[in-house]
């Protein structure tokens, strides 16, 4: 694991990093080992600033359950809020990030896939979530994503969301005929949807409530999950002694209940049925 001495340059001079002195929805930082980190050293990890309820940026800190999940880990590596850089990852550039050194760590609804193992560590995961569909609150056809057939789907890039419905069943997909649109984030796929470029937008369940909290008279979940996404901690190839680490602290933030508290505090107002328990860890290579 990379360690940063506070002031020193960041690698990937491009992505925006923020030091906060406290962060997240809820009350999040474990205990640690009480010193940390020591010396000034700091912790870069990776969120979403785009997702209401996972990670949204707001001012000048991201906060929602990734962000507080994100927390929680770096104070039991012994790593205070303050101790914390964070830095925004998109879906396209997260392998990357991990790759480069830009970041320690990402906590971005970064679903675990064999595919992404040829290429980065996970732990976790520490929540795994469905995958649903979100469409126009007048839109009645979508019920299911059988009805995507001839609709224009929109998943945001680095993401396997549409990949799922669109791939054959032989590619692990439904192998449903839908015309796909990729955008950059999905907060530019709900911008689409809302004047009528794509017909509907598909990913985890868990980031589709939050735009949906967001303007309720706008958008309708089809509330018909299918699969599941396992999301993990994504770290760089070799890094099984921080892995064991942070499954270690993913362990007792469901065992203290804090990880309950984190989704009540990003979805307790919204009525999305979140799931209320640990999901199995997948162990370390």
């Given at each position: 694991?990379r360690i940063?001495?506070?002031?020193a ?18 009350d ?6 009480g ?8 912790i ?8 209401p ?5 707001e001012g ?7 962000v507080d ?21 998109a ?6 990030f ?14 675990i ?6 290429v980065?560590d996970?732990a ?12 126009s ?12 057939d ?7 890039s680095?993401?396997?969301?549409a990949?799922n ?7 692990g ?5 839908a015309?796909l ?11 689409l ?6 017909d509907?937008?598909?990913t985890?369940n ?5 735009f949906a909290?967001q303007?309720p008279?706008?958008?309708?979940m089809?509330?018909n999950?299918?699969?599941?996404e396992?999301?993990g901690?994504?770290?760089p190839k ?15 933030m469901w065992?203290e ?7 009540d505090?990003a979805?307790g107002s919204?009525?999305f ?5 640990q999901?199995?860890l997948e162990?370390c290579?």
């Amino acid at each position: 694991m990379r360690i940063r001495r506070t002031g020193a340059a960041l690698a990937g001079a491009s992505a925006l990093a923020l030091t906060l002195a406290s962060c997240g929805t809820a009350d999040v930082g474990g205990g640690g080992n009480g010193d940390g980190g020591g010396n000034g050293d700091t912790i870069t990890i990776g969120v979403k600033y785009d997702q209401p309820g996972l990670g949204l940026l707001e001012g000048s800190a991201p906060a929602g359950f990734d962000v507080d999940v994100a927390t929680y880990i770096a104070g039991e590596l012994g790593y205070s809020p303050d101790q914390i850089e964070w830095t925004e990852a998109a879906s396209a550039n997260r392998e990357t990030f991990l790759q480069q050194g830009t970041v320690d760590m990402i906590v971005a609804t970064y679903s675990i896939t064999d595919e992404r193992k040829n290429v980065v560590d996970f732990a976790g995961p520490y929540y795994v979530a469905q995958q649903d569909i979100i469409v126009s609150a007048d839109n009645t056809d979508i019920q299911g994503p059988e009805d995507l057939d001839g609709k224009v789907l929109c998943s945001a890039s680095g993401s396997r969301s549409a990949n799922n419905i669109v791939d054959s069943e032989e590619e692990g997909g439904l192998g449903i005929g839908a015309e796909l649109r990729e955008a950059g984030n999905y907060s530019e796929c709900m911008e689409l949807l809302a004047n009528g470029t794509v017909d509907a937008v598909t990913t985890d369940n868990t980031i589709l409530a939050g735009f949906a909290a967001q303007n309720p008279d706008a958008y309708r979940m089809v509330n018909n999950p299918f699969g599941e996404e396992k999301y993990g901690v994504g770290l760089p190839k070799g890094s099984t002694e921080m892995c064991e680490q942070v499954n270690e602290a993913i362990t007792k933030m469901w065992e203290e209940g804090k990880t309950l508290e984190f989704l009540d505090s990003a979805f307790g107002s919204t009525g999305f049925a979140y799931a209320e328990e640990q999901p199995a860890l997948e162990g370390c290579a």
